[in-house]
């Protein structure tokens, strides 16, 4: 395993983050068995990978549950925890968002379920129209001073939205966002231009989620076949099926003829994309197979050159959507 430094801390990561919204229940795409999630934590931590993330929505804790006692019994300064905070933990008005209330009744929600008395990287997981971010500074401010979370983190926004959280951060002199997650893989690549130039200048850690578009990259489906592979997640799932367009099927051929230049898969090409790219810490992988596990981890010994990059980048034009046109 490789690691790195998340961002500018000192927060050493292992180059994967084994993400762990599969883990839970209540979804077909999901693993609905707390045995087998237990399983891909034991040997994502044989592997090296030290990086794990959840969120307090998924499956309404079921998954920090998770995750909790699988990690019970080992190293806990060797884990680096990631957890979040904003969607809906029950009915109420107060039961949504980043006020100030929500996000201190929700730490102590994850602390338990997690089973331990700090979280490493607390982020929002979206940005909340309705709370001012200073009150949402503020809290997450006090929550690190407390000792309760070490670094802060964010999700998926507008890059003006990121912008004006770090100054507000600055200004107040409260402590700022270290990372953000972002959705980018080889077929959405809308954050290059929105977050990410950002988070360059800003020294800010990425930790892409769904760094292999739902499946779409793994190769599994096929433009030709009108039917979708039994047990796939684009079975269930519209976020898979809507990236069945022309212009990433050219992506997916593209990924498929230099997988077998390489004799390595698909999975491992488009991880190794995401690895190439100097902004890029480490990719949420979310793999419900330990071969799956393995197979994305042999990513890491996947090479690029900045031709074959360029091969793979060339049928898309990242550019960020305009909101209210189609």
């Not at 129209?129 to 503020?138: A, C, G, M, R, Y």
Request: hydrophobic fraction near 35%; glycine fraction near 8%.
């Amino acid at each position: 395993m490789e690691y790195t430094r998340l961002g500018r801390t000192g927060l050493e990561v292992s180059r994967l983050c084994l993400g762990c919204l599969n883990f839970g229940s209540g979804q077909d795409w999901m693993m609905n068995d707390p045995d087998a999630s237990i399983e891909v934590v034991e040997r994502a931590l044989d592997l090296g990978i030290n990086f794990f993330d959840t969120a307090n929505a998924y499956s309404r804790g079921e998954s920090e549950m998770i995750l909790g006692e699988a990690i019970e019994g080992h190293d806990r300064e060797e884990l680096v925890l990631a957890t979040k905070v904003y969607f809906d933990m029950g009915d109420g008005p107060n039961k949504r968002g980043l006020s100030r209330k929500h996000i201190l009744d929700q730490v102590e929600g994850s602390l338990d379920r997690l089973g331990t008395d700090y979280i490493d990287l607390y982020q929002i997981h979206r940005w909340d129209d309705h709370t001012p971010i200073e009150e949402t500074l503020e809290a997450l401010d006090y929550l690190v001073t407390s000792g309760k979370v070490r670094y802060l983190g964010a999700s998926t926004m507008a890059g003006w939205q990121f912008s004006k959280a770090l100054y507000e951060a600055d200004l107040e002199g409260l402590e700022r966002f270290a990372c953000m997650q972002p959705e980018y893989n080889l077929v959405d690549r809308h954050e290059e231009a929105n977050l990410l130039p950002i988070c360059a200048d800003q020294g800010v850690g990425v930790i892409p989620w769904s760094p292999l578009a739902g499946g779409f990259l793994a190769g599994k489906y096929d433009r030709d076949d009108d039917s979708v592979p039994e047990g796939t997640r684009a079975e269930t799932d519209d976020y898979t099926k809507n990236r069945f367009t022309e212009e990433n099927w050219q992506v997916i051929d593209e990924v498929r003829r230099l997988a077998a230049e390489k004799d390595a898969t698909p999975a491992q090409v488009s991880l190794a994309w995401l690895l190439h790219k100097e902004v890029v810490d480490a990719p949420i992988i979310g793999p419900r197979r330990l071969d799956h596990l393995e197979e994305n981890v042999e990513a890491l010994s996947v090479g690029l050159t900045d031709d074959e990059i360029e091969r793979l980048e060339e049928p898309i034009f990242p550019q960020w959507p305009v909101q209210g046109k189609d």
